[in-house]
Nanobody, 112 residues
Framework: QVQLAESGGGLVQTGGSLRLSCAAS????????VGWYRQAPGKQRELVSS???????NYADSVKGRFTISRDNAKNTVYLQMNSLKPEDTGVYYC??????WGKGTLVTVSS
């Protein structure tokens, strides 16, 4: 059974940083593409960043240069380092693998 658990969210001021973690069980992250999504209040869930099994990374235009996705194969964990945070980065952040598997999310709130 695939289970994903996000952590690392919290309240931060504009310009601050957070590092989100997504730990997996029941699946090997290094063999699959993993994505970070976020859902802001009243908005649809959107893809923020992804990392392929080969390590290729992809970012939404809104976070390029500020967010970095990475993977620790030994810990079977994917991270999202978020720097220079803005109020518009506020939302619930989810990790996803194989389309149908989602974690419960972690809330990020950026105050202005």
């Amino acid at each position: 059974q695939v289970q994903l658990a996000e952590s690392g969210g919290g309240l931060v001021q504009t310009g601050g940083s957070l590092r989100l973690s997504c730990a997996a069980s029941g699946i090997i992250f290094s063999l699959n593409a993993v994505g970070w999504y976020r859902q802001a209040p009243g908005k649809q869930r959107e893809l923020v960043s992804s990392i392929s099994s080969g390590g290729r990374t992809n970012y939404a235009d809104s976070v390029k240069g500020r967010f970095t996705i990475s993977r620790d194969n030994a810990k079977n964990t994917v991270y999202l380092q978020m720097n220079s945070l803005k109020p518009e980065d506020t939302g619930v952040y989810y990790c996803n693998v194989l389309v149908n598997y989602w974690g419960k999310g972690t809330l990020v709130t950026v105050s202005s």
